[in-house]
């Protein structure tokens, strides 16, 4: 996962205990569908749709208590205009454009209507450091935080991501691969200003993303868990959706080094 907030667990992984390749969240789970991955850092709407086909690697993975600062829907209109409106999802995303749903429907009261992004629509959802670098332009008047706006509407974290295997890796390699990422998230957590100094731009200074990372949790516990089962339950309420073009998300996949 090539986002800044997933940079604690690859920052010293012991490269003989897997082969890395680049993939978006939405890649990264369809390939792993297809068995081309063996695993990743899953969006956990995937984990949910892919169920025993996947096991999670101990308790490690990517969520936030409040605000995500990188999960943004940057609008053109106040949020309960665009009730009816075009919001275009970026097509990296697989477990915010599934949030953007239930909260639309439950927390903003709106019905708008999510499309590929491409032409024009007075709203759109990013994701990782692109929403770092745009909510920095100031060309979107309002700018609303995915996970901040779930933290005031349940109380609960809500969790982006969590470190799974397909099902059908031995339980061998999956306990050795289990036991390299937990060594390299434990050294790399320990890590933060390296690799803040070495992910800083001109939209992000060396403070600016050392606490950016900082914020994030990383260890999936029980209040983690339970933000997981609840937005697991309030996506079940909703009509079964997914993007068009789930076959093509495996394109962007590269090999890494």
Known sequence: MPYLNSEVFYHVLDPDSCELVTAPPRAMAAAVERGELDGGPLPV????RLGEAVREVGELGVACHGPALSVLLMSELPIEELDGQKIAVTEDTATSVQLIRVLANEHWKIAPELVPQC?????????????NQLKKSGDWPHVYDLAEAWYEMTQLPFV???????????????????QALADAYCEGRQ??????????????SEDEAAAYVRHFTYSIGNA????MAEFKRRLEQLPEWRPSGSELAGASIEAGD
């Open 160 to 178: 982006f991501a969590v470190w799974a295997l397909r099902s059908d890796v031995s339980d061998e390699q999956h306990a050795a691969f289990e």
């Open 119 to 131: 032409g024009d629509a007075p709203a759109k959802l990013v994701i990782g450091d692109e929403a």
């Open 224 to 227: 983690e868990r339970r933000g």
């Open 45 to 48: 709407a995937e984990v949910f």
């Open 191 to 204: 890590m933060v200003r390296e690799i803040a100094a070495e992910r800083a731009n001109e939209y992000m």
